[in-house]
């Protein structure tokens, strides 16, 4: 099969030909239809996030159907839409696991880092780990929604239920998807920018943020909490200057440029400085439940799989309006 491969961190992915991969007792082979570029397949290439399995076929936003199913795999047939996310494997026995909260486990595997990802014409993966995809998407729309959905969802659910006015400092592909749904839900959205990024801060206004405009600005009223989805750490102190009494600044990346000090008393007051560290299933089972019926739709610019590096360039310049897809089928 053909397969974009990342042989050494911070050098251009290759074309290649490799060997089909065949599945395990426990795993699911797909044909790849799409495959989201996201932020943290940038950080994998560029060395940020450190000891990716080398060589490397990166891509953790796969979404295709099933073409053969291990002796051990139960509810999924050859011809499902089936999707694969981030979270690639969990140990199932350590105390995270055992609480509810497998995001957090001790020895996780990634899809795309640890695991072979969906930057090829085939990919394997633990079926208990791939979730079912709403027939109403098909596979290029579908696909960002398998990381900056349910990333950009489980931030969003930090955020709490009483938040009226939310932030979305970046207003990149996560930012644009969950901005659909706190619209749907009745919250005000103010999207915050790169300075001068009129085009970004139009394209928020489309999708229904009451205020758009740049990073370095204030907000014409106090938000009850923001989520960061740019890898700045200057924006934390940013964001928590803008927030109320008791706000909440969510970090949503998994990796982020160092944050500088800042004031104690932009934190006092009761607000709350979290992040968010990847997902589990039941972030996967609710966040397509609700996607279809807002509906989220993801604004989209295609590339052919021989396009991955030109794709990862454009999420790296923030260029992109939406977010990169590989059309591989």
Same mark, same amino acid.
């Given at each position: ?15 290649? !030909? ?12 797909? +044909?790849?239809?799409?495959? *989201? ?23 953790? !936003?796969?979404?295709? @159907? ?26 199932? $026995?350590?105390? #995270?696991?055992? $609480? ?12 795309? #880092? ?15 780990? &791939? &979730? @079912?995809?709403?027939?109403? #998407? ?8 398998? &990381? ?12 709490? @239920? ?24 009745? %919250? ?49 102190? /940013? /964001?928590?200057? /803008?927030?109320? %009494? *008791? ?34 299933? !039941?972030?996967? @089972? +609710? ?30 310049? *923030?260029?992109? !309006?939406?977010?990169?897809?590989? %059309?591989?089928?």
């Amino acid at each position: 099969m053909r397969a974009m491969v990342l042989g050494y961190e911070g050098k251009p992915l290759k074309l290649v !030909e490799v060997a089909k991969p065949v599945p395990g007792p426990e795993q699911i082979l797909l +044909e790849v239809h799409a495959c *989201g570029v996201c932020r943290t397949d940038l950080h994998i290439a560029d060395g940020e996030l450190v000891r990716p399995k080398l060589p490397l076929i990166p891509g953790h !936003e796969i979404a295709g @159907r099933v073409v053969e199913a291990g002796i051990r795999v139960e509810g999924f047939h050859p011809g499902d839409r089936i999707g694969v996310p981030w979270l690639g494997k969990t140990d199932g $026995s350590c105390r #995270y696991c055992k $609480s509810g909260k497998e995001n957090l486990c001790d020895r996780p595997e990634f899809t795309g #880092y640890t695991i072979d990802g969906g930057y090829a014409e085939y990919a394997v993966a633990d079926y208990r780990y &791939c &979730c @079912r995809l709403p027939d109403t #998407y098909n596979f290029v729309d579908v696909a960002p929604l398998l &990381c900056a959905g349910l990333i950009g969802y489980r931030s969003y659910r930090m955020v709490g @239920r009483d938040c009226e006015r939310l932030g979305f400092y970046g207003f990149g592909a996560a930012a644009h998807l969950l901005a659909q749904l706190a619209v749907y839900e009745g %919250k005000k959205v103010y999207a915050f920018t790169r300075p001068g990024d009129r085009k970004a801060q139009q394209f928020a206004g489309s999708l229904g943020a009451c205020w758009a405009g740049s990073a370095d600005e204030m907000p014409p009223e106090k938000l009850d909490a923001a989520i960061i989805f740019a890898p700045v750490g200057a924006l934390v102190p /940013a /964001a928590l200057r /803008a927030c109320a %009494k *008791g706000g909440v600044v969510v970090c949503g990346g998994i990796h982020m440029s160092d944050i500088p000090s800042f004031a104690y008393d932009i934190l006092w007051e009761e607000r709350t400085l979290r992040s968010v560290a990847n997902l589990t299933r !039941e972030d996967a @089972r +609710e966040f397509f439940a609700i996607a279809p019926r807002v509906p989220i739709k993801a604004e989209t610019v295609v590339f052919p799989l021989e396009g991955a590096n030109e794709a990862l360039d454009g999420v790296r310049s *923030g260029s992109l !309006e939406g977010a990169a897809v590989l %059309k591989i089928r």
